[in-house]
């Protein structure tokens, strides 16, 4: 078991279970994670992380990329001063950070999600890592990976749907050959947020909503904004009230009222509206 000391806040429970993040299961104190090659248990006790590596390399500079602890929370909600609303879910979740996951592991997840819920989604992640992924064993128990580009490049589009991933199906098989052929999801990063998304949005099957998840979680683009079934809620009910009902022009709103960190807004209000800080239905 390792440790890592922390001098900011985080929350390692409100991270993993905000909704942003799919590659992990509940185990005694704590949870088990996986990202591309790395399989690590992890848990916290006040300001120490408790890690003990399972496969691939996990050191603390690893663990400082991954849940970006170097973002700096206050000073970022401070901007948001006057919000007594978003404050509010500051205060209840301080702590939760946005986690900076693998573009390809990201852009998988948010696929899954379409049309979907978090149990279903992190079950069809599971099949997909069992029936196309590396697997690993470790002191006798085995651990699947999720699936590279040419990993499910290899997959048929039969084998895709048996896997019971539905209509979704059809996206990752159009998908993985253009990743795995070259296309570098990793150089989006260094474009502005309008070119990284008009990228995106290129990609068969991926609209607006997906898009913007897999800049945020993935791309360090923090300005995007994606717009769920919660997130229109409460824009309509607490920010824009009685005047656009258009998603893609309230998530433009709403970017433009939250500015460079908008991200970090939207997932405080998503977990907060999830976990009842909405009133009405």
């Known amino acids: 078991m390792e440790f890592l000391q922390l001098s900011v806040p985080f929350s390692l429970e409100n991270t993993i279970e905000c909704g942003q993040f799919f590659q992990w299961t509940q185990v005694q104190h704590g949870y088990l994670i996986k990202s591309v090659d790395k399989i690590f248990s992890i848990s916290q006790t006040d300001k120490t992380l408790h890690y003990e590596v399972i496969s691939g390399q996990v050191t603390p500079d690893f663990l400082n990329y991954f849940f970006r602890l170097d973002d700096p929370l206050d000073e970022i909600f401070s901007k948001w001063s006057d919000d007594n609303f978003l404050q509010e879910a500051y205060q209840q979740y301080r702590g939760l950070r946005i986690i900076r996951q693998d573009p390809w592991e990201c852009l ?121 079934t919660w997130i229109l809620k409460i824009l309509r009910q607490r920010y824009f009230v009685n005047s656009v009902k258009s998603p893609t022009k309230l998530a433009s709103l709403a ?25 009405e239905e």
């Open 255 to 279: 970017r433009e009222r939250f500015g460079d960190y908008a991200g970090y807004a939207q997932q405080y209000l998503f977990h907060y509206a999830r976990n009842g800080g909405i009133i």
């Open 108 to 228: 998988v997840s948010f696929v899954c999600s379409m049309a979907s819920n978090i149990p279903r989604i992190t079950g069809n992640i599971a099949t997909l890592s069992r029936q196309f992924g590396k697997s690993v064993f470790v002191n006798g128990d085995q651990h699947f990976l999720l699936p590279s580009p040419g990993q499910f490049q290899k997959a048929s589009l039969d084998d895709l749907y048996d896997a019971g991933i539905g209509f979704r199906a059809k996206y990752l098989h159009r998908i993985a050959p253009i990743v795995s052929n070259g296309l570098s999801l990793e150089q989006l990063r260094l474009r502005s947020y309008e070119e990284a998304k008009a990228s995106l949005l290129s990609f068969y099957g991926i609209g607006d909503k997906v898009a913007d998840c897999i800049l945020l979680f993935s791309l360090d683009h923090l300005s995007a904004f994606p717009t769920d």
